[in-house]
Each structure stands twice: as structure tokens, then as C-alpha cells.
């Protein structure tokens, strides 16, 4: 079998490259990289191993616990894990047959009294539903109605609380910018910034490097940009670029990374809503939307820790006039 890119791999199972990036970064899986050869690839194993997941993720098993069985030749482990989610499931399935037989009667009884909105006083509908536990309707997790609501409304809208105003300083930065398909193009651009830290050992001329990155598009094709802060007087070679990063003041919202790659879009709406309802502050122009990754360093130090990754989404605002 022919090794396979990642983005070939990411069209083939219908996931995005950076759910498959944040896999390799938690140690599900390990795909191979040469040196002639910029970008990660997948061998035969790699594919089946990822079949594999894909396939545990389906029947909701936590990626913690897929970690575990894969790194465990135990069956016990995978009949466990699936006693649970077994246990889960009918749980599940009672609670909502019981939802559905109070849905029906709702209606009944709706369309009986026609407009007058009656069924809330009939005790033994209420019992019924009383009877219902939050835990046994598997949403994501064993939460209360009210963690429900909170989550609800943290969802959609940030406060003050959430989102902190921080002055980014001005920086020179090493930038590399790859065009391609959504997705694909975060990849190689994560590709090349992982060599040129590795390359350059910049954790150790730098330890305080930051990483940016943000959409950079070309034409009406998809690209993407990075960020790296490095000394003056570091020499950057193609396909890197010298830049001058002005600096200025954001917003910060800060989000775990595999919480970001299932809704980017939300991500980035909950915190522009937040700014075009604030009374103080505004967008600022000619600056980028910038994606800060907060804890590069431990991926370069120790590439093989589970650590999750954490995102900073950072806002160019502006005080109102």
C-alpha cells in the first residue's frame, strides 16, 4: 500500500486534518515522516488504526478510553468500555420511549382543548415525566437540567467574564503561508512551522516564542497563514518570510482545541457577537483575527505527552471614539 498525505486520508474517512492532527497530538496515532518528504504520511497501519477509531468514536467511546484499549492488548478493557456504553444506550432508550409517550399525549391532548394550553396541569403526565433523570437521556454527560441551561446559554453568548483585553507587543515574526483546500492548508502550514521550530531550536534561542496563525486567502481559493516570533537576527529561509508584526490590542477568548475543530465557525461567532454588543470597544482594521496555539513548548520538549492543546482566539479591537 502507498503511503498516503493527510489530506488524502482526511477526504477518504471524511475528517477534517486537524481532528486528525489533534489524534496524533493526544498519541492515538503515529503517523511516519521522512526527511526528503515535508508532510506526514500514513502507512497501512496507520489507516487501519484510524479505521479502528473512527469506528470506537461511532459507538461513542471517549477518545481516553480508545487510547487505552489501543495501547492495551487486554479484551477486557474493550468489553468494559462497551458494558458502559451499553448500559448507557438502553438507559437512553427508555428515557426517551417515555419522552415519546408524553410527547404523543401532549399532543392529544393540545389537539383536543385546541388553543388552550391545558396539559400542564394533568398530574399523571407530570409524574411521568418527574420520574425522568437528566443522567438517563446520554446528551454528552451526567449533568443537571440547570448545568444544561448554563451550557446552553455560555454557548451562545460570551460576557465580559469569558473574554479578556490583552496588548499583544510588536514582534518579528517568522510567517509561512500555504494555499489549499479548508483544511488541508492549516496542515502544511503546521507541517513546515513544526520543522522550522525543530530546525531552528527555537525553544531554546526563544523559549518565549508565540504561535499565531488565521485565514489568509488567495483569490477565491482557501489559504493559510502562521506566525512564529523569533529573534532579530535570526536568518529565515524559504518558504518562510520575515515579517514585522505591529502588535496592538485584542480580545482573547481562550477554547480547547478539539472543542474548536468541531465548530470553528460558533467559536469565532460567540466572540464577534460579543464585540458588536459591547459598549466600550469596536473591530480595529488593517489588523488579523489571530489563533494563538498557547502551549506549543510541550509539544517540542516532550512530542509524546497526551496534553490537550489550547487555543486562544484573539480579536484586533479598539476603543469607541
Known amino acids: 500500500m502507498d503511503l498516503q498525505t493527510i489530506s488524502t486520508v482526511s477526504k477518504h474517512f471524511g475528517i477534517s486534518t486537524r481532528?486528525?492532527?489533534?489524534?496524533?497530538?493526544?498519541?492515538?496515532?503515529?503517523?511516519?515522516?521522512?526527511?526528503?518528504?515535508?508532510?506526514r504520511t500514513y502507512d497501512e497501519a496507520n489507516i487501519m488504526?484510524?479505521?479502528?477509531?473512527i469506528i470506537l468514536r461511532k459507538l461513542r467511546i471517549p477518545l481516553k478510553k480508545i487510547l487505552e484499549i489501543l495501547q492495551n492488548d487486554d479484551a477486557t478493557l474493550v468489553i468494559e468500555a462497551f458494558e458502559r456504553n451499553l448500559e448507557e444506550i438502553e438507559d437512553?432508550?427508555?428515557?426517551?420511549?417515555?419522552?415519546?409517550?408524553?410527547?404523543?399525549?401532549?399532543?392529544?391532548?393540545l389537539s383536543v382543548n385546541g388553543a388552550q394550553f391545558t396539559l400542564m396541569d394533568d398530574e399523571s403526565l407530570l409524574e411521568m415525566v418527574d420520574a425522568l433523570t437528566v443522567s438517563k437521556i446520554n446528551f454528552k454527560e451526567d449533568v443537571t437540567v440547570e448545568d444544561l441551561n448554563k451550557a446552553s446559554e455560555r454557548l451562545n453568548k460570551l460576557t465580559d467574564k469569558d473574554v479578556r483585553i490583552?496588548?499583544?507587543?510588536?514582534?518579528?515574526?517568522a510567517a509561512i503561508h500555504?494555499?489549499?483546500?479548508?483544511?488541508?492548508?492549516?496542515?502544511?502550514?503546521g507541517d513546515l512551522q513544526g520543522a522550522f521550530v525543530s530546525e531552528n531550536k527555537l525553544h531554546q534561542v526563544k523559549p518565549d516564542f508565540r504561535h499565531y496563525g488565521f485565514n489568509h486567502e488567495s483569490g477565491d481559493k482557501h489559504g493559510y497563514e502562521r506566525w512564529i516570533t523569533i529573534p532579530d537576527d535570526l536568518i529565515v529561509k524559504?518558504?518562510?518570510e520575515k515579517k514585522r508584526f505591529s502588535g496592538g490590542m485584542y480580545a482573547g477568548y481562550s477554547i480547547w482545541f478539539n472543542d474548536f475543530v468541531q465548530s470553528p465557525y460558533e467559536a469565532w461567532q460567540r466572540l464577534c457577537n460579543w464585540l458588536q454588543n459591547h459598549s466600550e470597544f469596536e473591530l480595529a482594521p488593517d489588523l488579523p483575527c489571530l489563533e494563538e496555539h498557547l502551549n506549543d513548548m510541550r509539544y517540542v520538549i516532550w512530542p509524546d505527552q497526551n496534553a490537550e492543546q489550547q487555543l486562544d482566539l484573539l480579536l484586533p479591537i479598539q476603543r469607541k471614539f
Open 19 to 39: 481532528t486528525l492532527r489533534y489524534y496524533e497530538q493526544i498519541g492515538l496515532i503515529k503517523p511516519s515522516k521522512k526527511d526528503d518528504f515535508a508532510y
Open 238 to 240: 524559504p518558504p518562510f
Open 178 to 189: 500555504c494555499v489549499a483546500a479548508a483544511g488541508e492548508a492549516e496542515g502544511q502550514t
Open 166 to 173: 490583552a496588548y499583544l507587543p510588536p514582534a518579528t515574526v
Open 92 to 109: 437512553e432508550i427508555t428515557a426517551l420511549s417515555t419522552i415519546r409517550r408524553v410527547t404523543k399525549s401532549f399532543i392529544e391532548r
Open 49 to 53: 488504526r484510524l479505521r479502528q477509531i
